[in-house]
């Protein structure tokens, strides 16, 4: 029985100790509740409220402003420049892109610190990070940078015939982007260069291209009555491209080609990309003309040392 006692009022004492620990608990948590300063908090979130309503309409405006800006200053400018119209979008875009992520940059940097979170510690804890990002980014950056520089000089065009002689790489070009720009060779090849790998670019497309036509003849046979025939093909084929040809034909003289041979050379300046077309068929008629004369064109190989 005495048992029985002990362990009913151990129980009843452990009960008690629960109570008053819950209601001390209790207790604290009341007076932590009853602590809070709610008008203070009321007041802060409204501040910040109005603090982040101010920044929404200033980027709101700022952004519209800047908007019309550069519209305005693409207009101005395209009436006044000699730039394609996919030269002067590009530009736009850049632009209009660039002011946008400057923006958003600065808003999200006024509303963070307007809500409290310390952004320049974060910055300087990603500090490292940021190094990193930033060097595997330069290239890109590099990219773009001189992307922009191509099309506002206006180094090459789509269509244009160019060189790249630091890469060995030649052909037309399909395509000029602010990142890369795309070269299709002549064997069907599509290059996709990055711009930082640029440096150097030859336009073959930006001036007249010299075609050098050599017929090669026997230096023993009459050169005065060779020279009559060749200038009256020249005569007739001028007349036949007279689009195309903006200089010449005119013949150059007589050019030794090495190891005693020959040739009678015709030079002349056509648009750029039928240099090919037009040197087949001077040479062709040429030939032509020269053997139906009873002339004798040598097949012998020219062998340089």
């Known amino acids: 029985m005495e048992q029985l006692i002990l362990a009913t009022a151990t129980t009843e004492s452990s009960s008690v100790d629960i109570a008053q620990e819950a209601t001390q608990k209790l207790n604290a948590l009341q007076r932590f509740w009853n602590s809070i300063d709610w008008d203070q908090i009321t007041l802060t979130i409204i501040e910040k409220t109005l603090y982040i309503l101010f920044i929404v309409v200033l980027f709101l405006l700022l952004a519209k402003i800047g908007r019309a800006v550069i519209n305005h200053l ?13 030269r002067l979008k590009t530009i736009h875009t850049l632009l209009g892109n660039t002011y946008s992520y400057i923006l958003v940059f600065f808003f999200l940097y006024s509303l963070l610190s307007t809500i409290g979170i310390p952004v320049g510690s ?6 490292i990070a940021g190094v990193a990002i930033g060097l595997g980014a330069q290239g890109f950056m590099n990219d773009i940078i001189t992307g922009f520089f191509i099309i506002l000089e206006k180094q090459m065009d789509v269509g244009n015939y160019i060189k790249l002689t ?17 070269v299709k060779s002549i064997d069907g090849t599509l290059h996709f260069i990055p711009n930082r790998n640029i440096t ?3 336009n073959l497309s930006r001036s007249n291209m010299l075609v050098q036509v050599d017929v090669r003849i026997k230096q023993d046979e009459d050169l005065d009555q060779i020279n009559l025939i060749i200038e009256k093909v020249n005569q007739e084929l001028a007349k036949k491209y007279h689009d195309d040809i903006q200089n010449g034909p005119s013949i150059f003289g007589l050019v030794d080609l090495g190891n005693g041979n020959f040739a009678i050379r015709t030079t002349m300046y056509v648009l750029n990309g ?3 077309i037009i040197k087949e068929d001077f040479l062709t008629t040429y030939v032509k003309e020269l053997t139906d004369a009873g002339f004798t064109i040598p097949s012998t190989p020219i062998v340089t040392v």
Do not use: C, D, F, M
């Not at 207009?75 to 730039?83: P, R, V």
């Not at 974060?122 to 500090?127: C, I």
């Not at 630091?166 to 795309?182: D, F, K």
């Open 200 to 202: 150097t670019i030859s």
């Open 74 to 86: 693409y207009k101005g400018y395209a009436n006044k420049a000699s730039l394609s119209e996919s």
């Open 274 to 276: 039928l240099q090919a």
């Open 166 to 182: 630091n890469l060995s790489i030649e052909g037309t070009v399909t395509n000029i982007g602010i990142r890369s720009i795309q």
């Open 122 to 127: 974060l910055l300087a804890g990603a500090g």
